[in-house]
């Protein structure tokens, strides 16, 4: 039984908008940026809700909460999408969904394992507690970045990340077959798990929750914003951006951001934008022109009043660039 099922739209209106203001609240860099009412659970749809971190960076000032994590009470359990930054964030999740529900907490499934997304899941590893990730994400967990990751935030998100943290596994590595998809029902609900992996991360997973027609979609959603791109592998994401469409979401939750219940425009955007970075950037790699020289003669102007792109259009350019090398010394 979802516990707040008969949640009114007043009700909702004032949990965003109380949220809202603890997010502003949470801006001016106190202390009250992790306390409990800065991580009120936002209805996305009948059974989805999501707590929604600060934009920008993880720094100590926000104690590393910048990303966002879902959960979806189904009638028996509640299966969670990813676990958010730090363990303290972790706990906090856990204390979120308790005021939506009394359910347990069966399933936490991770996006992929970049630090923002998972290190919660020392908080939620419990038993009982199944965690499931790509089966690609093992080689993440163990490699080089990830520990050095580790003892970066050690160092500049202390005290929220410190010596005690760990960095969890998941319990079941999730393989695909050639559909990429895998539907499992947990406690009267259809989900769709689908394998997006090289999009973003070596491992990216989306979650379709069926009934709601809700896709949490991780860090390869953004909206109303440029992307951040990065050296990802802007091809893989391209056809990672093929698989919303035909799903047709009533709502999308990013792992960053705000929810949208107006996925088409987001979606053509952050195509379209893509497209554009490896169109430009890949003919200046095949002119042999310098990424200085490029940058300079690619005209941004559509872009250029679309938020985050100061932060981070010249680096989604530059990673673009590195990338069309590689694909065109690859040939
Ligand atoms: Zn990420």
Redesign the pocket.
């Known amino acids: 039984m979802l516990d707040c099922a008969r949640l009114s739209c007043a009700a909702r209106w004032f949990a965003t908008s109380t949220l809202v203001i603890a997010g502003l609240a949470g801006c001016a860099s106190s202390p009250q940026a992790t306390s409990d009412s800065a991580m009120m659970p936002i209805r996305a749809s009948e059974r989805v809700f999501y707590v929604q971190g600060a934009g920008g960076m993880a720094t100590a000032a926000n104690a590393g909460f910048n990303s966002n994590a879902a959960f979806v009470v189904t009638d028996d359990g509640v299966v969670v999408f990813d676990a958010l930054g730090t363990p303290a964030l972790g706990a906090q999740l856990k204390r979120a969904i308790g005021t939506v529900t009394q359910q347990p907490i069966r399933l936490v499934i991770i996006s ?1 394992y ?1 630090a ?2 998972f290190y919660g899941l020392q908080s939620l590893n419990e038993p009982g507690v199944e965690i499931w990730a790509h089966e690609k994400a093992r080689a993440t967990l163990e490699s080089e970045p990830t520990r050095s990751r580790l003892e970066q935030r050690r160092r500049d998100l202390a005290p929220h990340v410190d010596p005690q943290t760990r960095l969890v596994a998941a319990t079941r590595w999730i393989e695909f077959d050639a559909s990429g998809e895998i539907a499992f029902t947990r406690g009267g609900v259809r989900f769709r798990l689908i394998d997006v992996a090289g999009a ?2 070596d491992e990216d997973l989306m979650l379709f929750v069926d009934g709601d027609r809700a896709l949490l979609a ?2 390869l959603y953004f909206s109303g914003r440029l992307p951040y791109v990065g050296n990802a592998d802007s091809k893989a994401w391209l056809a990672a951006m093929d698989r919303i469409g035909p799903l047709s979401p009533a709502v999308v939750v990013p ?1 960053h951001g705000a929810a949208s219940d107006n996925p088409a425009p987001d979606i053509a955007l952050t195509r379209e934008y893509l497209r554009y970075l490896r169109e430009t950037m890949g003919a200046a790699v095949r002119d042999l022109k310098s990424f200085d020289e490029a940058y300079a003669q690619t005209d941004w102007s559509r872009y250029a009043k679309l938020p985050a792109f100061e932060a981070a259009n010249r680096i989604n350019a530059y990673g673009t660039f590195l990338r069309m090398e590689q694909e065109t010394l690859a040939r």
Do not use: P
């Open positions: 992929h970049h923002d997304h973003h991360s991780g860090d792992g």
